[in-house]
């Protein structure tokens, strides 16, 4: 297996080439995604190399973007459907959780629906309040759709075969302040199975259960509280629908200590469900109540200087980890 | 059935018309039946009746095979049944039954029948459009020479996702037809209160694409713009839109009068006085071509299948609630 550095969106980009190598059933439509490779040059080369058959610009059209690609998907195609921000995930809603996350189920399960959307989330742009947003929650609660949220290279690219693979409609949500980050990943294709969680750096003293763009992050913050001693484990779920709940409270059994860490508002975020589990299932071996650092109930802002206030970042989760140890 | 691969005025034949006959004799008897079942409290949950739009369903239905595919609306018994769906898994889901199309999960808003390119009933207005045009996405998309039909109803075209679709698919080329049936009401609001047009056909225009008005009580005629569309869907010259002018019998919902007078009885009376039935039957009868009694023993053989369905129907076994998480992922 022969590994390399690259980018996120490379890794991502990679996968979809290979995925569309892979299954001719699998073909790509969006705005922009053809021939300027979408406007994050996720999809760059794919219609040199698959056609215009295959990869398709589409009008300004959420709603038919996807229901098209529910129709074509019930009828055993495997569409990649793009939505661009995640934010227009709101425009396509009723083809998203009334349509594809429920024929499977009203129907009998005589209907499969294996349709991957595919877009980008999360702050620190000042793109402000309807380019901005992490809505992973919002999807997650609906039953029949699976979410992936890639915070690594790797998992950028696994993520998206794992997806296309996947005989469910998925969603599969980059992280547009991670496209640059580089990190090593294998040449072949490979799947990340959903419902996988990464232990992305072991310790003892307290879990950081950590979303998306929130990992990086993260990790920044253990390796200061490293320095004076503080050993944190750190977990990224990597999918929060399915969500490995098994892993993260293994870890919290371990640490007695958990902090849950997402970009999405507090209020009802996915760091809601995972603390209320954790407390289900590891009562008895917390030192101190679950924590929680997400963003304020507030749409994203556009100033730097309000939205770095915004987002939560290393320096916060460290104060947020040495506050939960002072507890005991 | 073999479909014509021209499009040129069919002859009103024997067989013909006693297809189109027992097609909509089918749906009717049906929905007749199970409006009763559910106003006695047999069956469970509420219907959208499709009495009186028969003829839509029946003259579309015939010109497609099992390969071609639908999509259809929370009134959407009659799409099933005139694709040729079962009476014993259309009673049994209603009677919300293991044995029904959708195993008791879906009930009247969402029988489905993949073997009969059936792609569901759809409780969101509107909402199988979008998926009619990835249905046929997919017939181009693999060349396999077959369409997709979208029925929807006039208040649909009002939404979001009829514009953004029969756009896309006329940017396309793609193989599907969509059937406005007009029955002048959304829900209980009348089309001059819901558009300024009277023709809704004319929206084709802003598309690029064909729209054809057709008398949606008379099944031959709907057939022949049917025909035209299909074969020039299968020519590789994109969608058509289809406005079928026609009338639902009952309420918008059960088979009780009407909860608030928002339509004149005279203007019921005046549809009814035009069913679509009683049409083909008096056609069949005056051409020669098929006799009162032909057409009687198709009411009779009908009975006789809605008799077994509802038999199978309350002898079916219910849903195990163990079962619940079944089905809500592909494993």
């Known amino acids: 297996m022969t590994t390399r550095e690259m980018t996120y969106v490379k890794a991502f980009n990679e996968g979809m080439h290979q995925a569309m190598a892979e299954d001719p059933d699998v073909f790509l439509i969006g705005e922009d995604v053809a021939g300027y490779g979408g406007v994050f040059h996720m999809f760059d080369g794919l219609l040199d190399a698959y056609g215009d058959k295959r990869v398709k610009d589409t009008p300004i059209a959420e709603q038919a973007i996807i229901g098209l690609g529910v129709g074509a998907a019930a009828r055993g195609l495997r569409p990649v459907c793009d939505l661009m921000f995640m934010d227009f995930v709101g425009v396509a809603m009723d083809q998203i959780f ?92 490979y799947a990340v199975p959903f419902g996988e969680a990464t232990i992305s750096r072991e310790g003892t003293d307290a879990t950081i259960i950590a979303i998306a763009r929130m990992l990086p992050e993260a990790l920044k913050a253990a390796e200061k509280l490293a320095a004076d001693g503080i050993s944190v484990e750190v977990i990224d779920p990597r999918t929060v629908q399915p969500l490995d709940t098994e892993t993260i409270v293994t870890s919290v059994r371990k640490t007695n200590r958990a902090l849950i860490v997402h970009e999405a508002v507090q209020f009802g975020g996915i760091g809601a469900e995972i603390a209320a589990q954790i407390q289900e299932e590891a009562f008895d071996y917390l030192d101190a109540p679950v924590a929680r650092l997400a963003a304020p109930f507030a749409p994203v802002p556009y100033a730097p200087v309000l939205e770095n206030a915004y987002v939560p970042d290393a320096a916060r989760i460290e104060q947020s980890v040495r506050r939960m140890l002072e507890r005991n | 059935m073999a479909t014509p691969t ?69 009134r959407g018994h009659g799409h099933a049944i005139a694709k040729g769906a079962e009476f014993r898994p259309m009673f049994a889901e209603l009677y919300a039954k293991t044995t029904g199309y959708c195993k008791g999960r879906g009930g009247s808003m969402h029988i489905v029948d993949m073997n009969r390119g059936m792609l569901g009933a759809n409780a969101i207005v509107g909402g199988g459009i979008p998926i009619a045009i990835g249905a046929g996405f997919a017939s181009q998309y693999r060349g396999d020479g077959t369409v997709a039909v979208s029925f929807f109803g006039d208040g649909a075209t009002n939404i979001g996702a009829f514009h953004e679709s029969v ?157 619940i998480l079944d089905d809500v992922y592909t494993v």
């Open chain 2, 6 to 74: 021209e499009a040129e005025v069919t002859p009103a034949t024997r067989e013909l018309v006693l297809d189109l006959h027992r097609r909509m004799v089918r749906i009717r008897r049906f929905e007749e039946s199970s409006g009763k079942l559910v106003e006695t409290g047999e069956m469970p949950g509420f219907l959208h009746l499709y009495v009186g739009q028969e003829a839509v369903a029946s003259g579309v239905m015939s010109v497609l095979t099992d390969a071609d595919q639908i999509t259809s609306t929370h």
């Open chain 2, 167 to 323: 756009n896309m698919a006329a940017v396309w080329d793609l193989p599907v037809i969509f059937v406005i049936e007009n029955n002048g009401y959304a829900e209980f609001t009348s089309q001059e209160r819901h558009m300024k047009l009277t023709d809704i056909a004319e929206r084709a225009s802003s598309y690029g694409i064909p729209g054809v008005i057709v008398d949606g009580m008379d099944a031959l005629a709907v057939r022949q713009v049917a025909l035209e569309a299909v074969d020039r869907a299968k020519r590789g010259e994109g969608p058509t839109l289809i406005e079928a002018k026609t009338y639902r019998f009952f309420d918008h919902q059960g088979i009780k009068g009407m909860r608030i007078p928002y339509r004149d009885p005279a203007e019921v009376e005046a549809w009814k006085s035009r069913d679509a039935i009683r049409l083909i039957e008096a056609i069949g009868v005056e051409r020669g071509l098929a006799s009162a009694e032909e057409f009687e023993r198709i009411w009779a053989e009908v009975e006789d299948e809605i008799n077994d369905g509802i038999e199978f129907a309350r002898n079916s076994p219910d849903p195990d609630p163990a079962d």
């Open chain 1, 98 to 189: 009334n349509q594809a996350a429920k024929m499977k189920y009203m129907f009998g399960g005589a209907v499969s629906v294996p349709l991957t959307i595919t877009t980008a989330g999360g702050a620190g742009m000042s793109a402000a309040a309807q380019h901005s947003q992490s809505l992973e929650a919002w999807l997650a609660h609906v039953p029949g759709l699976k979410v992936a949220l890639p915070a690594t290279p790797y998992d950028a690219k696994g993520l998206i075969v794992g997806a296309i693979r996947d005989d469910n409609p998925t969603i599969v949500v980059l992280q547009k302040k991670m496209l640059g980050v580089k990190g090593p990943v294998p040449e072949e294709i």
